[in-house]
């Protein structure tokens, strides 16, 4: 069976395109408006889409629910393995009794509540984006911060603030392998070779931004005279991460962005006030100097061993890429290489070329691919699962401990996993359907201004799902799509999209609820909501405007394969 793609289904363009959007406004409606679970909502948008497909599109229900299904598994090995193994390496750490080690270094690295901002929501907070992503470096620094006298609301909007930085690459860069996976086959590119260059292309865009965080964190906590009063300290902590953040990007491998970007600001941070102080300590509206016992674990013995697990972590990964940084290594020492040997690259049963693209998609009728490559060895959740149990012993854990946590973690995120199998499922049907390629045609119309909504574009897509990863499922298809009929450089669109992604963040609905509820402020979100908003759609504004001087004049910043 072969069956040719309709992008005008129903006559003209636009009309097409407002039905085609079906899927996405019902997940809108019922996430933001009806307020139903993230995974209600997802079930209720694929149905949507399964309807839009066979309806609108006169697609053949055979391969309406094959390419459902494919996007359900591609969606359990190239999300939901590495999201899952991310967090569990992280609940590791906490089953063991090393994460408290690390909270008691954090706690007694100063008393001044701006530079405690600055270590605990930008850095640490950054830290566990990149290991574990999804809510949790919300839920936990606002916590920590709370626990040490922050006002509770004020500290879960720091935490959101600062979770801006690094959600592109959160979760060992899955955002980022996600995007490359999906769009590789639109660019005739290898999915490995499309996710270095999507990496490449956002680490030119959101180190920006993450120079200007730290000073935007301090204002919002304390005004821009007390921010004035630790510019070094900003300038420190947002200039360390953001070099890292283009070197590591760019040189090295997107699973590791965030975990070492964060322990350089960290780092940096901590170096700095063995030299510096500010001159006067900052602290709230009637609080009193803390007591000695406060500082004294800034001096407590082992604080490099209480960061063991992440050290092991850096080593798991650098050793799996080593092929990728070093070229033209000998065989016995590419690690990556010899990883690479258990991939498994495959067809898909009933879908790989029976759809049928034709221009303006694509120069003529070709048929559309539906390969899956499944790396059993060289995938971050693999190699973050072997850290984690590495880790796990190396700290004192027994076997036993390993499993229950395993078995928790599954619980934990039961949902979680099963909203991300459903969003992928959308992805795909809205792809090999043809919705997808006519919302591509339809923003395409919007000419030289394209780069600016397309982080707008990526922005909606964290509100409503609340992950990079998702919105990259959603819409990283149709903005390389659209800035193909545009010729403009796809790899800048999938960059955008996910850039502007990260903006969303800070309002979207899950993180606002994770946030409340781990400051025990259960409906408090509306009041988040208000306090975030309006830098959310400025920080968005910045990325487009740097997406658009980029398309224009900035073309060389660009990556290329």
């Known amino acids: 069976m072969t069956w040719i793609q309709d992008y005008q289904p129903a006559g003209g363009l636009w009309v097409s395109a407002l039905l085609a959007a079906l899927p996405i406004v019902v997940l809108l409606v019922a996430l933001g408006v009806v307020r139903f679970s993230a995974h209600l909502s997802a079930a209720l948008a694929l149905v949507t889409a399964l309807g839009v497909a066979l309806l609108l599109y006169r697609m053949p229900a055979a391969l309406a629910f094959d390419s459902a299904a494919m996007g359900v598994v591609f969606g359990v090995w190239s999300v939901a393995w590495i999201a899952f193994h991310a967090v569990y390496f992280h609940n590791v750490t906490v089953a063991t009794g090393r994460f408290d080690a690390i909270k008691r270094v954090l706690a007694g690295f100063s008393e001044d509540r701006r530079l405690q901002a600055l270590l605990i929501a930008f850095g640490f907070g950054a830290l566990l984006e990149g290991v574990a992503g999804g809510g949790s470096p919300i839920a936990i620094?606002?916590?920590?911060?709370?626990?040490?006298?922050?006002?509770?609301?004020?500290?879960?909007?720091?935490?959101?603030?600062?979770?801006?930085?690094?959600?592109?690459?959160?979760?060992?860069?899955?955002?980022?392998?996600?995007?490359?996976?999906?769009?590789?086959?639109?660019?005739?590119?290898?999915?490995?070779?499309?996710?270095?260059?999507?990496?490449?292309?956002?680490?030119?865009?959101?180190?920006?931004?993450?120079?200007?965080?730290?000073?935007?964190?301090?204002?919002?906590?304390?005004?821009?005279?007390?921010?004035?009063?630790?510019?070094?300290?900003?300038?420190?902590?947002?200039?360390?991460?953001?070099?890292?953040?283009?070197?590591?990007?760019?040189?090295?491998?997107?699973?590791?962005?965030?975990?070492?970007?964060?322990?350089?600001?960290?780092?940096?941070?901590?170096?700095?006030?063995?030299?510096?102080?500010?001159?006067?300590?900052?602290?709230?509206?009637?609080?009193?100097?803390?007591?000695?016992?406060?500082?004294?674990?800034?001096?407590?013995?082992?604080?490099?061993?209480?960061?063991?697990?992440?050290?092991?972590?850096?080593?798991?990964?650098?050793?799996?890429?080593?092929?990728?940084?070093?070229?033209?290594?000998?065989?016995?020492?590419?690690?990556?290489?010899?990883?690479?040997?258990?991939?498994w690259i495959f067809a898909w049963p009933g879908l790989h070329n029976h759809v049928v693209q034709h221009p303006p998609i694509t120069a003529k009728d070709a048929p559309y691919a539906a390969t899956f490559t499944v790396d059993f060895l060289f995938s971050p959740g693999t190699v973050a699962l072997i850290a984690a149990v590495i880790a796990g012993f190396a700290m004192g854990g027994r076997a036993g401990?390993?499993?229950?946590?395993?078995?928790?973690?599954?619980?934990?995120?039961?949902?979680?996993?099963?909203?991300?199998?459903?969003?992928?499922?959308?992805?795909?049907?809205?792809?090999?359907?043809?919705?997808?390629?006519?919302?591509?045609?339809?923003?395409?119309?919007?000419?030289?201004?394209?780069?600016?909504?397309?982080?707008?574009?990526?922005?909606?897509?964290?509100?409503?799902?609340?992950?990079?990863?998702?919105t990259n499922s959603l819409f990283g298809p149709m903005q390389v799509i659209s800035a193909q009929q545009l010729n403009l450089n796809p790899i800048l669109a999938g960059a955008t999209n996910t850039s502007g992604g990260v903006m969303g963040k800070m309002i979207s609905p899950q993180n606002l609820s994770i946030g409340a509820t781990a400051i025990g402020q259960s409906g408090k979100e509306g009041s988040l909501l208000r306090q975030t908003f309006l830098w959310s759609l400025l920080l968005t504004a910045v990325v487009g405007v740097i997406s658009l001087l980029q398309a224009t004049i900035l073309t060389a910043m660009i990556p290329s394969p």
């Open 141 to 343: 620094t606002a916590a920590m911060m709370a626990a040490l006298g922050f006002p509770p609301v004020k500290a879960v909007v720091l935490a959101l603030l600062a979770n801006t930085a690094p959600v592109a690459f959160g979760g060992l860069g899955n955002p980022l392998i996600v995007l490359g996976r999906l769009t590789a086959p639109i660019m005739h590119l290898k999915p490995d070779q499309a996710t270095e260059l999507f990496s490449a292309a956002v680490g030119r865009q959101v180190p920006v931004l993450a120079l200007i965080i730290p000073a935007f964190l301090v204002v919002v906590l304390a005004g821009w005279k007390r921010m004035l009063e630790v510019w070094p300290a900003v300038l420190t902590a947002g200039l360390a991460f953001a070099v890292m953040q283009f070197v590591v990007s760019n040189y090295i491998s997107a699973s590791l962005v965030d975990v070492v970007a964060a322990l350089t600001a960290m780092a940096a941070l901590w170096i700095l006030t063995r030299f510096w102080q500010p001159k006067s300590v900052w602290r709230f509206d009637g609080e009193e100097a803390a007591s000695k016992s406060l500082g004294a674990a800034k001096s407590e013995r082992g604080a490099l061993y209480a960061w063991m697990p992440y050290i092991i972590l850096i080593l798991a990964i650098f050793l799996s890429r080593i092929g990728t940084i070093f070229k033209n290594l000998p065989t016995w020492l590419d690690l990556t290489k010899l990883l690479h040997k258990a991939d």
């Open 401 to 470: 401990l390993l499993v229950k946590t395993y078995r928790k973690t599954l619980h934990q995120m039961r949902w979680a996993l099963a909203t991300i199998f459903m969003i992928l499922a959308i992805a795909f049907v809205m792809n090999y359907s043809g919705a997808t390629q006519t919302l591509g045609l339809a923003l395409a119309t919007t000419g030289v201004a394209f780069p600016l909504f397309s982080a707008y574009i990526g922005w909606l897509g964290v509100f409503l799902t609340g992950s990079d990863a998702s």
